[in-house]
């Protein structure tokens, strides 16, 4: 299993006040990614590939967008037809994915690669403490126990749909 990006253990530890290992947050991340379909971090994409819808408008696959860096319109015959830069795409909704190109994505099916980068800049404060919150229902309970009492002691961690209200989804269209 990978390390994981978006917390690390001191993190998790200030947050729970329990020693987290790598591979439980490296899981409580990856739980939190299927959960919203989004991923935390920045991420280049290159080379995807769409087809031409003959509009303005292309969706992307992933976002929120970052960046637009480049894409290339090829004709049928795979030519290169068009190279557009970030300077031509005239509106980016992030949000959705979206970029205009007034000029027109040229019908064609697979006839345009895009690269950009999308996801977040930085981790938002709410997915981090949500993956401290379900590494530490994850080591104490694998079924995710509500409480946990020790020596006296007592913590409170919620279930994971109790954790994951508060972290954003990604709109399905």
Do not use: C
């Not at 030519?79 to 970030?86: F, G, K, P």
């Not at 229902?137 to 006296?152: H, M, Q, T, V």
């Amino acid at each position: 299993m990978s390390a994981p990006k978006y917390i690390d253990g001191d993190f998790a530890q200030k947050m729970t006040g329990i020693l987290i290992d790598d591979e439980i947050l490296s899981a409580a991340e990856d739980m939190v990614e299927r959960e919203t379909h989004l991923v935390w971090e920045s991420t280049a994409i290159t080379n995807e590939r769409h087809s031409g819808n003959g509009t303005e408008w292309l969706q992307v696959q992933n976002y929120p967008l970052l960046t637009f860096v480049s894409a290339s319109i090829y004709d049928e015959d795979g030519a290169l037809e068009t190279s557009i830069a970030a300077a031509d795409i005239t509106e980016m909704q992030r949000y959705i994915g979206k970029l205009k190109y007034e000029d027109g994505w040229t019908d064609g099916f697979d006839n345009i690669l895009i690269n950009y980068t999308w996801g977040y800049e930085s981790t938002p404060q709410v997915v981090k403490v949500a993956v401290a919150r379900i590494a530490a229902l994850l080591l104490a309970n694998p079924i995710a126990s509500k409480d946990e009492r020790l020596s006296g002691y007592s913590a409170t961690y919620g279930t994971f749909d109790d954790i994951l209200k508060y972290v954003p989804r990604r709109v399905m269209i």
